[in-house]
């Protein structure tokens, strides 16, 4: 329940109650007045703004000015050798004055700017831990247009997904517009992670951290200013036992200001006193079974983020969580991924944005450059110039045929991921829901496999139409396809690696002449492997 504010009348805060904010130390009448009166808010932003100008143009000063022509004379001894020419008072005492100012001016910049840090630091620590904290699957939240109990309430379920994404009416389109164009996410706007990731994307801003008692209970509040956007002012407050989100308020520009909190109806989680995070992980969740697995798989095949993403999914420790993992994501990239994954139960979603783990010749095609820069015999070029109808025609094939090739091995793999995670044993016993999921996952992979080689197979026709018709083995139908994804994963592997080669590598008239010889046979068993994953 949002307290009842005080009648502050129309007096505001003073500058000394304001510089009290900025350094933590205010009243609870100080901060509700703050979030409801404009004219407060407006002078609080001048002076933020003010201060981070002051440090952007000592920044921009030392970065620009040149090196002096010579060092500069230590402090000890100007003032000694002034202390000697003392002709006259004034001449005596002003280079003493003028150095100490200038000192004080400098040691004032550092300590504006380690102030202007410090709060980021724990800003992003307190978020950090607060993304990992479960809130319950009924949670409804509630709008309130004014931040008072007695204004405008627009109620709807905290996280919106298809099945839960209420009616559109003017007022919540309205506040789905702000949101939209404020990158601020609307599906999940009390979390966390949403207000992170909307602060990480912000090229200016000003964090603050205050700490909140009401009622025998303390909080932390994340607050951050910026200056340019729809969103001038974003914050969030996180209940201090255990980092649970219970608020949130938003100042977009030339709006009322809009509070966002647990709805009347929905109570939120009692806060644990002591370990919270270890009572929730190991006490008050289920292990985490080969369905929630699945259906992580599920949803990243949506997005097709099980194919094109260097994604490495696994349990932790305790067999308790789903953990997602993935390095060098691009920044709206992770945004759909965590979109994706939110409304699933027990799972843990670490993606960064380091740079991706080195990719082997075999998982990463050759890009265009190397293509057309490779070595082949010249014999053999015009060899294959004359099958392909020319030099131009022979790198345009190259290109498709090499990414292709690529995309069949990463399907493979994403077949190889499903056989592991779920062999014939586990999927048999998975119930019946989930296991037609799990077939629809493997055929949606099959699928795109039989598209891809069909390309590779028309793209390669005149280097395959003088082979005779293969004689394929017969798969068992009576193995379940888990067994013969092996089998697939070789012979993508031993076709990528060809291609590869032949089309793009470095090798003499005598090995190249070899090569070709192979493109046939790899290509038949490749093919036969697409075949054999089909249905009985």
Request: hydrophobic share 40%.
């Given at each position: 329940?949002?307290?009842?504010?005080?009648?502050?009348?129309?007096?505001?805060?003073?500058?000394?109650?304001?510089?009290?904010?900025?350094?933590?130390?205010?009243?609870?009448?100080?901060?509700?007045?703050?979030?409801?009166?404009?004219?407060?808010?407006?002078?609080?932003?001048?002076?933020?703004?003010?201060?981070?100008?002051?440090?952007?143009?000592?920044?921009?000063?030392?970065?620009?000015?040149?090196?002096?022509?010579?060092?500069?004379?230590?402090?000890?001894?100007?003032?000694?050798?002034?202390?000697?020419?003392?002709?006259?008072?004034?001449?005596?005492?002003?280079?003493?004055?003028?150095?100490?100012?200038?000192?004080?001016?400098?040691?004032?910049?550092?300590?504006?700017?380690?102030?202007?840090?410090?709060?980021?630091?724990?800003?992003?620590?307190?978020?950090?831990?607060?993304?990992?904290?479960?809130?319950?699957?009924?949670?409804?939240?509630?709008?309130?247009?004014?931040?008072?109990?007695?204004?405008?309430?627009?109620?709807?379920?905290?996280?919106?997904?298809?099945?839960?994404?209420?009616?559109?009416?003017?007022?919540?389109?309205?506040?789905?517009?702000?949101?939209?164009?404020?990158?601020?996410?609307?599906?999940?706007?009390?979390?966390?992670?949403?207000?992170?990731?909307?602060?990480?994307?912000?090229?200016?801003?000003?964090?603050?951290?205050?700490?909140?008692?009401?009622?025998?209970?303390?909080?932390?509040?994340?607050?951050?200013?910026?200056?340019?956007?729809?969103?001038?002012?974003?914050?969030?407050?996180?209940?201090?036992?255990?980092?649970?989100?219970?608020?949130?308020?938003?100042?977009?520009?030339?709006?009322?200001?809009?509070?966002?909190?647990?709805?009347?109806?929905?109570?939120?989680?009692?806060?644990?006193?002591?370990?919270?995070?270890?009572?929730?992980?190991?006490?008050?969740?289920?292990?985490?079974?080969?369905?929630?697995?699945?259906?992580?798989?599920?949803?990243?095949?949506?997005?097709?983020?099980?194919?094109?993403?260097?994604?490495?999914?696994?349990?932790d420790s305790g067999h308790r969580h789903v953990v997602v993992r993935g390095t060098g994501i691009a920044p709206e990239r992770r945004r759909m991924i965590r979109d994706a994954l939110q409304p699933l139960p027990r799972v843990i979603v670490q993606l960064d944005t380091g740079t991706p783990p080195a990719a082997s010749a075999q998982t990463e095609p050759a890009n265009s450059a190397q293509r057309a820069g490779s070595d082949i015999p010249p014999d053999l070029r015009r060899q294959l110039e004359d099958r392909f109808g020319g030099a131009v025609a022979l790198q345009q094939i190259t290109d498709r045929v090499l990414d292709a090739s690529a995309s069949v091995l990463a399907r493979a793999h994403a077949l190889d991921t499903l056989a592991s995670k779920f062999p014939r044993e586990v999927a048999r016993q998975m119930p019946h829901p989930d296991r037609g999921l799990l077939r629809e996952l493997h055929q949606n992979h099959v699928d795109a496999l039989e598209k891809l080689f069909g390309a590779i197979e028309s793209d390669l026709q005149p280097l395959l139409a003088a082979r005779a018709t293969p004689v394929a083995k017969p798969p068992d139908r009576a193995a379940e396809w888990q067994s013969r994804v092996p089998e697939l994963m070789a012979a993508a592997k031993a076709a990528d690696d060809l291609l590869n080669h032949l089309l793009a590598g470095s090798y003499t008239q005598a090995s190249g002449s070899q090569m070709l010889h192979q493109t046939s046979p790899a290509i038949d068993r490749l093919g036969a492997a697409i075949q054999a994953q089909g249905p009985k």
């Amino acid at each position: 329940m949002v307290p009842e504010l005080p009648d502050f009348g129309a007096g505001h805060l003073t500058d000394e109650q304001l510089e009290r904010y900025r350094d933590g130390e205010f009243a609870a009448g100080d901060l509700v007045h703050l979030d409801v009166c404009g004219e407060c808010a407006r002078r609080l932003r001048e002076m933020n703004e003010a201060i981070a100008a002051y440090v952007e143009y000592r920044q921009t000063v030392h970065a620009t000015r040149p090196a002096p022509p010579r060092p500069w004379t230590p402090l000890d001894a100007l003032i000694a050798r002034d202390a000697e020419r003392r002709s006259s008072r004034i001449l005596r005492w002003w280079p003493r004055m003028a150095v100490a100012a200038a000192a004080c001016a400098v040691v004032g910049a550092l300590v504006l700017w380690h102030d202007a840090q410090q709060p980021s630091r724990r800003a992003s620590e307190l978020l950090a831990r607060s993304s990992t904290v479960a809130v319950p699957r009924s949670r409804e939240i509630a709008f309130r247009t004014d931040g008072r109990n007695d204004g405008q309430m627009l109620l709807r379920p905290a996280v919106l997904t298809t099945e839960t994404a209420p009616e559109r009416d003017a007022a919540s389109e309205h506040l789905r517009l702000l949101f939209v164009a404020a990158h601020y996410s609307w599906r999940d706007p009390l979390s966390a992670r949403s207000f992170e990731e909307w602060r990480s994307g912000l090229r200016q801003k000003r964090d603050s951290v205050s700490v909140i008692r009401t009622e025998g209970q303390e909080s932390y509040r994340v607050r951050t200013d910026s200056a340019a956007g729809v969103l001038e002012s974003a914050s969030i407050t996180l209940r201090a036992a255990d980092l649970y989100p219970t608020n949130a308020s938003f100042a977009f520009l030339g709006q009322d200001p809009l509070d966002v909190s647990d709805a009347p109806a929905s109570s939120a989680p009692e806060p644990v006193a002591t370990a919270p995070r270890a009572r929730h992980d190991a006490a008050t969740e289920a292990p985490a079974t080969p369905e929630d697995t699945l259906h992580v798989l599920a949803a990243l095949d949506a997005i097709g983020a099980d194919v094109e993403d260097p994604i490495e999914i696994s349990e932790d420790s305790g067999h308790r969580h789903v953990v997602v993992r993935g390095t060098g994501i691009a920044p709206e990239r992770r945004r759909m991924i965590r979109d994706a994954l939110q409304p699933l139960p027990r799972v843990i979603v670490q993606l960064d944005t380091g740079t991706p783990p080195a990719a082997s010749a075999q998982t990463e095609p050759a890009n265009s450059a190397q293509r057309a820069g490779s070595d082949i015999p010249p014999d053999l070029r015009r060899q294959l110039e004359d099958r392909f109808g020319g030099a131009v025609a022979l790198q345009q094939i190259t290109d498709r045929v090499l990414d292709a090739s690529a995309s069949v091995l990463a399907r493979a793999h994403a077949l190889d991921t499903l056989a592991s995670k779920f062999p014939r044993e586990v999927a048999r016993q998975m119930p019946h829901p989930d296991r037609g999921l799990l077939r629809e996952l493997h055929q949606n992979h099959v699928d795109a496999l039989e598209k891809l080689f069909g390309a590779i197979e028309s793209d390669l026709q005149p280097l395959l139409a003088a082979r005779a018709t293969p004689v394929a083995k017969p798969p068992d139908r009576a193995a379940e396809w888990q067994s013969r994804v092996p089998e697939l994963m070789a012979a993508a592997k031993a076709a990528d690696d060809l291609l590869n080669h032949l089309l793009a590598g470095s090798y003499t008239q005598a090995s190249g002449s070899q090569m070709l010889h192979q493109t046939s046979p790899a290509i038949d068993r490749l093919g036969a492997a697409i075949q054999a994953q089909g249905p009985k």
